[in-house]
């Protein structure tokens, strides 16, 4: 059960972050632009099985759905804030066994873009973390945590790509590590107008102080400008570590005002 609740944390933690292009877990060095505001609606929903022997199998499954609201505060920095509902459900044999949901860990960033020149860019996006779901419930961390993201892109049309490498001050009630590190990296093609194919890689440090085994992934992903201010995107996540879910679905639709 402990492993399955790990599962369960590690695909939460990841969720948690804000997201870049949708479904991309790896953010890009972009901002909105002074006095625009860009809103997106996001779900994901996930499996995973684990055998634990011989007679003993869990099943796990989830969604989150969350609200984000990034405003451009000038050319180059942006605010950004994300509220999250969760649910997860686990089987043991065929047998339900736990079952919680809930609105979940509130986030706060910033996105500082303090270099772009000939196609490269850097920024920095430190970040504080809520606690506002329940920690009884897994369903947040019950401490006021943090996160510091440091984002680089390179683009040279119709690709480009990006690399985070971030540290997150995991301050909790369940006795997990403390300091967790995260590194992945994305790539983004345009294939016809207002059309982008993107994958992504990943990994983060596994939150349980036991375990050396961590969370890493593989994304491929799509998305479609219907106009210039609205966005929809769809993905799949699958793990590449027993510690994270076998299969994600992702979901988006982003507005520009």
């Not at 910033?110 to 606690?131: E, H, Q, T, V, Y």
């Amino acid at each position: 059960m402990k492993r399955l609740i790990g599962v369960v944390i590690c695909l939460f933690s990841i969720c948690n972050a804000a997201f870049a292009g949708h479904p991309l877990i790896t953010d890009d060095t972009d901002t909105q632009g002074r006095g625009s505001v860009q809103v997106e609606t996001l779900l994901s929903c996930f499996y995973d099985k684990f055998k634990e022997d011989e007679l003993t199998t869990f099943k796990t499954k989830g969604v989150e759905a969350g609200l984000q609201l990034t405003i451009g505060l000038i050319d180059t920095v942006d605010i950004v804030a994300g509220l999250p509902y969760q649910w997860y459900r686990i089987d043991e044999n065929g047998t339900h066994v736990a079952r919680e949901n809930g609105v979940a860990d509130i986030t706060l960033e910033l996105k500082w873009r303090f270099f772009d020149k000939n196609g490269w860019s850097l920024a920095l996006k430190p970040g504080i973390i809520l606690p506002a779901g329940d920690e009884k419930k897994d369903l947040g961390a019950g401490r006021v945590g943090g996160s510091f993201f440091l984002i680089g892109s390179k683009e040279f049309e119709p690709l480009s790509f990006h690399v985070n490498a971030g540290y997150m001050r995991n301050e909790n009630k369940h006795d997990e590590r403390l300091d967790l590190w995260h590194l992945s990296v994305a790539a983004e093609i345009e294939i016809v107008k207002n059309l982008k194919l993107m994958g992504d890689i990943g990994i983060e440090q596994n939150p349980d102080r036991e375990s050396n085994n961590h969370p890493a992934f593989v994304l491929a992903g799509i998305s479609y400008d219907l106009f210039e201010w609205i966005t929809i995107d769809a993905g799949v996540k699958r793990g590449l570590t027993s510690t994270e879910p076998d299969w994600t679905g992702l979901a988006g639709v982003t507005l520009r005002f």
